[in-house]
Structure formats: structure tokens, C-alpha cells
């Protein structure tokens, strides 16, 4: 076992045992972050991976939260049976986005997934007697997990949300770091190669779309049940959320599934902190926590201008320079890699996908191949 995996192991239980020195209303928040980690790392699977860039995944994470909560509350379905539900129609809604996604690529394909839960809101308000509009579901007509109360079993919505934070880590980690995994690497560096060597590019990414769409789908059906969200556009499908998740797995580390599940859990517990900081910005006379949206995006950009490869790629090569130092050049251990081997001289996924994404604009504003 190497070392990052012994560091994983102690992080997790560590965060087991975390309960035992926390408030009840941190717990809860704790639970949020780590939905908000299944989120993040649902988008790495599609984007970080095969390099395919959602703007609107909030669209997956919305379908999966209203379905459950519309089953619960409109027709009595115990949330044991509604949150199988809406992640079957998440990945359904990621069938429905990925197939005519295989005719576009690069922008034509960001705009897609900006677009459509732009609809799916519109939709909601337009229905509003079955939606509720901009309101949402009322969360006093949506059951708990497991029968829970909001009060006196902030533990236990902790521990489910820890489990499935777990859970969808070593899921995705295992398929990631599969053969399958390797193929979703491969598109994204190069998707003529992958095509020349007989592999079907447009089935492996039509797999990273609905496995992506099902895991978004299952923690937003998740999260409704629970007191740290509930079934509204401005809080499963708002342009926040959509931004929100590219930030956290560019900051925890883009194509690595630790690093965005890592981001997405550090994203919420920054913004929880903001809200409670009482002190007053000199010049403008307004407390951080009346602008906590705006100092939460300078904080965020400073640490994407710091650590541009993502947190974890920052801490494991922190360690491995630690090592060399001390064990004069035996114990430096490789950098951290998408696959989980040691990192090559090839860029980083971020600027992997970034490099292809200026390509295909250039392209498609009549940008000229040779002259690039």
C-alpha cells in the first residue's frame, strides 16, 4: 500500500471519529459538504476525464433531487424507493444529453449543457402547480431519510452522508482506474488516436455521461431528505451550482475524483465560515458575512492562481520534495497522476482540456490548423 493510499485511510477514519468534537449544526453542514463532494465528483468523471466540459450539471442534480422529492411528497413514496428513482431519471436525463452530444465537441458542447437546465427552471415555474415555481417543493411535505428528525439525529445524517461520500469515492476510483478509466483518459489527451486504434470514443463517453448523470442524480436525491437541502431551482439547478462544482474539482484537483470530492467538501465548509465571520470590510462598511459570495470568489481565485494543478497535486509533491529532502532523493515519492500512477511529463488534465477547448474556438471562429 503507497503511502497516498495510507494518507486516505487515516483521512477517512479521521472524519469518522470527526462527530465526537463537533456541534450538531456543524455536523449537518459537514453532511451538505459531503453531498456537495458526491456532486463534484460526478462532474470529474465527464470533464475531468474524458475532458468534456458540462456548464449545467446542476441539470443532473436537479432531476435526481425533484424527482425523489415529488414521489415523496405527491405520491407517498418512501424516500428509500424515490431515490432509486431519480437516479434512474438522472442517468436517463444523461443519455438524453450525451447522445446528440456525440456530434459536437468542445464549446458546441458546453453550450448544450448550459442550456438545458436553463429549460428544465423555466419548466418548473411554468408548472408551477406541480413544481411550485421558484419556491420548490416545501421541504415540511418532503420525509427524512430513515424516518430522521431535523432535530436530535444531526449524527446520523452525517454518518449516511459520510457513507455515501465513501461509497461513490471507491466506486468511481476503482472504474477510473480500470481499463475503462484509461479509454476516458485517453479521449481527453487524444480522441483521433483513441479512434485509430478501433475503440469506439462515442460509447465510452456516452458510459462517463450516464455514470456521471447517476452519481449527480443520486446526491441530489439524497440531499433533499435531508435538512441541508431541498428541492428548489435555487438550490439544485442556480448558475451558482453549476460554477460551484467546476470550481471545487479544479481546485481540489481536476481528473484525479480525491481532488474534486476533496474541493467540493472544502467549497462548502469555506462558505459555511464566510457566513459566520462577523467582521466589517473597512471601506465598504458591510460585514463579510453580507458578501460573503464575493469574498468567497477572490479567496477561491487566489488559491486557483496558487495551486493551479489542484490541492492534492500541490500536497503529494509538498511530500515528496519533504521526502527527497530528507531521505537525500530514495524517498521522493511520484507525483500524483489521473490514473494513480506517477505523474508523466504530459500536461495536467486542466491543461490538457483547456489546450483543446482554445483549439476547438479557434476553430470555431475560423481559426487556421496550420497556423497553429
Do not use: C
Not at 458575512?289 to 481565485?301: G, K, P, Q, R
Request: glycine fraction near 12%; proline fraction near 4%; avoid cysteine.
Amino acid at each position: 500500500m503507497s503511502n497516498r493510499h495510507r494518507a486516505g485511510l487515516v483521512g477517512l477514519v479521521l472524519l469518522a471519529g470527526l462527530p465526537a468534537v463537533l456541534e450538531p449544526t456543524m455536523a449537518l453542514t459537514f453532511a451538505g459538504a459531503y453531498f456537495f463532494g458526491v456532486y463534484a465528483m460526478s462532474w470529474d468523471v465527464v470533464s475531468g476525464y474524458t475532458g468534456q466540459i458540462s456548464f449545467g450539471h446542476g441539470l443532473f442534480f436537479g432531476v435526481g433531487g425533484y424527482t425523489s422529492a415529488l414521489l415523496n411528497a405527491g405520491y407517498g413514496l418512501d424516500p428509500v424507493l424515490s431515490i432509486p428513482v431519480g437516479v434512474l431519471l438522472a442517468a436517463v436525463a444523461g443519455i438524453i444529453i450525451g447522445v446528440p452530444a456525440l456530434r459536437l465537441r468542445g464549446p458546441y458542447l458546453s453550450l448544450v449543457t448550459l442550456v438545458a437546465p436553463l429549460i428544465l427552471v423555466q419548466l418548473f415555474i411554468y408548472r408551477s402547480d406541480i413544481f411550485n415555481g421558484e419556491q420548490g417543493i416545501s421541504p415540511a411535505k418532503v420525509d427524512a431519510l430513515l424516518g430522521l428528525s431535523t432535530f436530535g439525529d444531526e449524527y446520523m445524517f452525517y454518518y449516511i452522508a459520510l457513507a455515501l461520500f465513501v461509497f461513490v469515492l471507491a466506486l468511481l476510483w476503482t472504474i477510473t482506474r480500470s481499463d475503462a478509466g484509461a479509454v476516458f483518459t485517453a479521449i481527453r489527451e487524444d480522441e483521433d488516436t483513441v479512434s485509430a486504434s478501433g475503440l469506439n470514443p462515442a460509447k465510452f463517453k456516452i458510459m462517463a455521461f450516464v455514470l456521471s448523470a447517476a452519481v449527480g442524480g443520486l446526491a441530489g436525491a439524497m440531499i433533499v431528505h435531508t435538512p441541508s437541502g431541498n428541492a428548489s431551482p435555487s438550490t439544485l439547478l442556480a448558475i451558482t451550482v453549476n460554477v460551484e462544482v467546476i470550481i471545487a474539482a479544479i481546485l481540489g484537483g481536476m481528473g484525479t475524483i480525491v481532488g474534486a470530492a476533496i474541493g467540493g467538501v472544502l467549497l462548502i465548509l469555506l462558505q459555511n465560515q464566510l457566513l459566520n465571520v462577523d467582521l466589517v470590510v473597512p471601506l465598504l462598511d458591510t460585514p463579510i458575512s453580507e458578501m460573503d459570495f464575493l469574498v468567497f470568489a477572490i479567496i477561491t481565485l487566489i488559491l486557483l492562481f496558487a495551486f493551479p494543478g489542484g490541492l492534492i497535486r500541490w500536497a503529494f509533491g509538498l511530500t515528496g520534495m519533504f521526502k527527497e529532502r530528507v531521505f537525500g532523493g530514495e524517498g521522493g515519492g511520484p507525483e500524483v497522476a489521473t490514473d494513480g500512477g506517477a505523474e508523466s511529463e504530459a500536461n495536467t488534465p486542466l491543461e490538457q482540456v483547456y489546450e483543446n477547448y482554445t483549439d476547438d474556438l479557434r476553430a470555431m471562429f475560423g481559426g487556421d490548423d496550420d497556423e497553429r
